[in-house]
């Protein structure tokens, strides 16, 4: 299925729908402030490991993020994090990055894994952001990728639902993606530190 809602002024029957599959342990694609991409319900385990599936990776090697909607949501699954990191992430969230804190006991049992550090992203997108206040909890997500090697990323929502119809529940169309990816900022050492450089320009 494939759903168009504006970022403008998000409908809020479409997001109910949104929530309904969600709920149902339905995967979904959405647009996001970078690239397009794929989620569920984090406490979903079949969603998980369908998306783990989908992405032909073991579930306890998945690079999966986390999206929340606001700050208030980070001790859910991450440890304490120092007043800097705090700062920091609060001056560039909702943005496009990327920030790897260290996890707290409640991640490895997500992913099956001994992960310890876990990706956390706010994007700056109001469908997206709509969604997850709406449904309120976090979503599991991760990037749509496309198989060219030149376009490393699909950005026309209509060519993603067309590849992906058979294989998720809901395709949003929020309009064109961006085709590079967040920034990566990594927050579990001494300093924080840039380990990918995309399309957000980190503000210190």
Same mark, same amino acid.
């Given at each position: 299925m494939l759903i168009k809602i504006y970022p403008e002024n998000p409908n809020y029957k479409q997001i109910e729908r949104v929530i309904e599959i969600l709920q149902k342990g339905g995967i979904i694609i959405y647009p996001t402030? #970078?690239?397009?991409?794929?989620?569920?319900? *984090?406490?979903?385990?079949?969603?998980?490991?369908? *998306?783990?599936?989908l992405k032909g990776i073991k579930i306890e090697k998945a690079q999966f993020s986390i999206i929340?909607?606001?700050? #208030?949501?980070?001790?859910?699954? =991450?440890?304490? *994090?120092?007043? =800097?990191?705090?700062?920091?992430?609060?001056?560039?969230?909702?943005?496009?990055?990327?920030?790897?804190?260290?996890?707290?006991?409640?991640?490895?049992d997500l992913f099956q894994s001994n992960k310890k550090t876990v990706g956390i992203r706010i994007p700056n997108n109001p469908i997206l952001l709509e969604i997850i206040k709406e449904f309120g909890s976090p979503l599991l997500t991760t990037s749509v990728h496309?198989?060219?090697?030149?376009?490393?990323? =699909?950005t026309d929502p209509e060519l993603i639902h067309e590849k992906y119809q058979d294989n998720v529940d809901l395709v949003i169309d929020g309009g064109f993606g961006q085709n590079t990816a967040s920034t990566v900022v990594d927050c579990t050492g001494?300093?924080? =530190? *840039?380990t990918r450089q995309g399309i957000g320009e980190l503000l210190f």
């Open positions: 402030d #970078s690239v397009y991409g794929m989620g569920c319900d *984090i406490y979903n385990r079949k969603a998980v490991e369908k *998306i783990a599936k929340y909607h606001s700050l #208030s949501q980070l001790s859910e699954y =991450t440890r304490p *994090i120092s007043n =800097t990191v705090f700062k920091l992430m609060k001056k560039n969230l909702p943005g496009p990055f990327t920030f790897i804190l260290n996890a707290n006991n409640k991640v490895p496309d198989d060219d090697e030149i376009l490393e990323y =699909t001494d300093e924080p =530190t *840039i």
